[in-house]
């Protein structure tokens, strides 16, 4: 009985893994059986593509490129992390802050990602911490309006709660505020990995070079439409990962309490 519990679970998602693959594989194998209706170098069938991802990885530079990529996400996504949630929870609770900064706030999130680049470049010029600043500068407002909204929608009779029993301010943050703040901190992660990947492949395009937005352009302009294709799924298939193996499992078991 304990045993078909544990399966249950598992057996869940393997059919839903193969729900979401399925439509998936039947456009790949589509677009492979029509492939010979369409210009090779146009739109190269799937096995041209996959082949050469395959070279890229085995021979070239895939993993390297790939590398530097992650690495730059990681770490302005780390520090617009930090940076967006204090400043996004301060704004939620402290009215008279969120009044004088979200002008500043509507400004960040408006102005367009390509102004941010081009001024950190010409500013700073072609380096590595230039293109870190950008996408960070890029990113800060994204999690702050999420976790201001958040800290505005806390419940105050958990907090008050949390007085009478004499809570500490530590206790009272982890047990009592963050738990409310979670749903809004993985919206915010979703939401902003979803734009950095991109943020960060316009700036290794237009300064960087090295990465999987460097290799897209160099490929651009060769007109190597499969070379765009191939680091495309390639980084592609990383995203998807980082939200299959790593977002979802830490959404469950940390969001469980909803259920």
Not at 47 to 62: C, N, Q
Not at 92 to 103: N, P, R, V
Not at 210 to 229: C, E, P, R, T
Request: proline residues 3%; glycine residues 8%; hydrophobic residues 55%.
């Amino acid at each position: 009985m304990r045993a078909h519990a544990v399966n249950a679970p598992r057996a869940s998602w393997v059919q839903g893994g193969l729900i979401r693959l399925a439509p998936l594989l039947l456009v790949l194998l589509v677009w492979q059986m029509a492939g010979d209706r369409f210009d090779a170098k146009t739109l190269p069938r799937p096995s041209i593509i996959l082949g050469l991802l395959w070279r890229e990885l085995t021979m070239g530079d895939l993993l390297w490129h790939v590398g530097m990529t992650l690495r730059r996400v990681t770490l302005s996504f780390s520090v617009a992390l930090v940076l967006g949630v204090a400043l996004g929870v301060a704004m939620g609770i402290w009215k008279k802050l969120d009044q004088a900064l979200d002008t500043f706030l509507i400004i960040g999130l408006n102005i367009p990602a390509l102004v941010v680049i081009v001024l950190s470049y010409i500013w700073f010029g072609l380096t590595e911490q230039a293109a870190i600043l950008a996408v960070t500068l890029n990113k800060i407002p994204m999690v702050a309006i999420s976790l201001r909204e958040g800290a505005r929608a806390l419940d105050r009779s958990l907090i008050q709660v949390a007085r009478v029993y004499q809570l500490s301010r530590f206790d009272t943050f982890v047990k009592v505020i963050l738990p409310q703040l979670l749903p809004y901190l993985f919206g915010a992660i979703r939401n902003g990995l979803s734009v950095i990947w991109k943020i960060v492949l316009v700036v290794e395009l237009l300064g960087c070079s090295n990465g999987v937005g460097f290799q897209i352009g160099s490929y651009f302009h060769f007109f190597d439409i499969a070379g765009v294709l191939a680091y495309t799924i390639a980084f592609t298939t990383i995203i998807f990962s980082v939200e299959v193996l790593l977002l979802r499992p830490a959404e469950r078991h940390l969001l469980g309490w909803r259920a």
